[in-house]
């Protein structure tokens, strides 16, 4: 008899962005003549810059003849792209890393998910609250967690993220293993000081723990005071996976270009409490079960960091981010509290009200799609959060219906 991996069962039936889209589905087969406009899934809308998109071209005409032509390339994705990577990213930073530590990937996603694949079952693990779905249901896929009870998966270790901590969580009260951590942050727009991120490396380092850090929103940090990696922390190579991602910083979300760099002296433990190298494990992974990113698109990403490319990016993310303070302005004019928008491209604002009903309310008579916060986690009940992510003039007009709406 063939049977389920009955974890599977302790899920919520759908993942967040498919039930908003189910949502929006049913209220636009219900008023199809109504003008929707999404601020919900931090999808991106603007074209790809030229750069990539010229580089883009050449790779697919080199694919068209056969002395050009590529076949499967290294799992771990082609050096050009892992070197400019490890320059430019982090070496100019001060940040001691090399191409060898950079595995590229089709996406921050998938990598977040699968990453906690290559630890034991039996860890505790600490997420916060609110969060990125991904890092919670992988983890009760995995079997980590017991049911859901009252907003809670029993056995995960929640950090709060509240407007009482400035949406920083406290260093957990007992020793965890595994530490999800994300800046700036989704769903809150929040952001982390160096002395704040140090202090969870140093907890990682006094507990023997380990931090996944997910900066795929770091294209949108404007303050030079904040840490771009978790790397620029003295001791972060030792106990930290850092995930980045093209889809946000370039337009890549359609291209799927992301990449996570596991330092060389990043360590875990086995049961005897003897010390392993886990860049060789998330290699042994990554080469078994993925067969790399296409050629053009890692091209593609490598254009990102021409003197063009830098450019546009930093055009494309500055576009983006006039959107998040128009968002800002006005809900915050609307006499809401709101964090984020300043270095994220999401606004996490206070509804003080059931964040679904929240919701209802600017589709219905906004036509406005935003994402509840109980979606992301019990802390994020009461909340929504808007997105950046779309052309100004929708930006525009979605903030001009939300004021018109009779508070
Ligand atoms: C979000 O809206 O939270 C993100 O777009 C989700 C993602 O990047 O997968």
């Known amino acids: 008899m063939i049977k389920i991996n009955e974890n599977y069962l302790k899920l919520k039936a759908s993942y967040l962005f498919a039930d908003i889209a189910k949502r ?72 001691d890393i090399s191409p060898e530590e950079i595995f590229i990937s089709d996406g921050a996603k998938c990598d977040t998910g699968n990453i906690q694949e290559i630890f034991s079952t039996d860890i505790t693990v600490a997420i916060p609250d609110p969060v990125y779905p991904v890092y919670l249901d992988t983890n009760v896929m995995a079997g980590r967690t017991g049911h859901f009870n009252e907003g809670r998966y029993e056995g995960i270790i929640y950090l709060e993220s509240t407007s009482e901590n400035g949406f920083i969580p406290e260093l957990p009260k007992k020793s965890v293993d595994l530490i999800y951590l994300c800046y700036p942050n989704n769903p809150t727009g929040a952001t982390i000081t160096k002395q704040q991120l140090a202090d969870w490396v140093r907890y990682a380092i006094k507990n023997k723990a380990l931090i996944l850090y997910d900066a795929a929103y770091e294209a949108f940090i404007r303050e030079d005071s904040l840490p771009r990696t978790i790397y620029e922390i003295e001791g972060a190579r030792e106990v930290a996976i850092e995930f980045r991602s093209f889809s946000k910083t370039a337009g890549f979300t359609g291209t799927r270009c992301a ?63 006039k959107n998040a303070q128009l968002i800002l302005n006005n809900m915050t004019q609307l006499g809401y509290e709101c964090t984020g928008g300043n270095n994220s491209p999401y606004i996490w604002i206070n509804g003080k009200r059931d964040s679904w009903e929240f919701f209802d309310m600017l589709l219905n008579k906004a036509g406005v799609v935003c994402t509840p916060g109980a979606g992301f986690g019990k802390c994020g009940e009461g909340y929504i959060r808007i997105s950046a992510f779309n052309s100004f003039e929708n930006v525009q007009k979605a903030m001009e219906r939300i004021c018109r709406i009779a508070w």
């Not at 330092?263 to 067969?291: M, S």
């Not at 091209?299 to 500055?318: C, F, H, N, R, W």
Request: overall charge positive.
């Open 259 to 321: 990449f996570t760099v596991v330092p060389k002296t990043c360590r875990a433990y086995d049961r005897h409490g003897e010390k392993h190298a886990v860049l060789p494990l998330w290699n042994r992974r990554h080469a078994t079960k993925f067969n790399g990113v296409s050629y053009p698109v890692q091209k593609a990403a490598e254009a990102v960091y021409s003197p063009d490319g830098k450019a546009q990016i930093k055009e494309l993310t500055d576009y983006y981010m």
């Open 24 to 95: 929006v589905a049913a209220f636009q087969d219900a008023n199809p003549d109504k003008e929707i406009i999404r601020l919900g899934i931090g999808d991106v809308t603007r074209a790809l810059p030229k750069a990539c998109i010229g580089a883009f071209h050449k790779a697919v005409d080199e694919m068209a003849s056969d002395a050009t032509f590529r076949g499967y390339g290294p799992e771990q994705g082609y050096p050009f792209l892992r070197e400019i990577i490890a320059r430019e990213d982090y070496q100019t930073r001060g940040a």
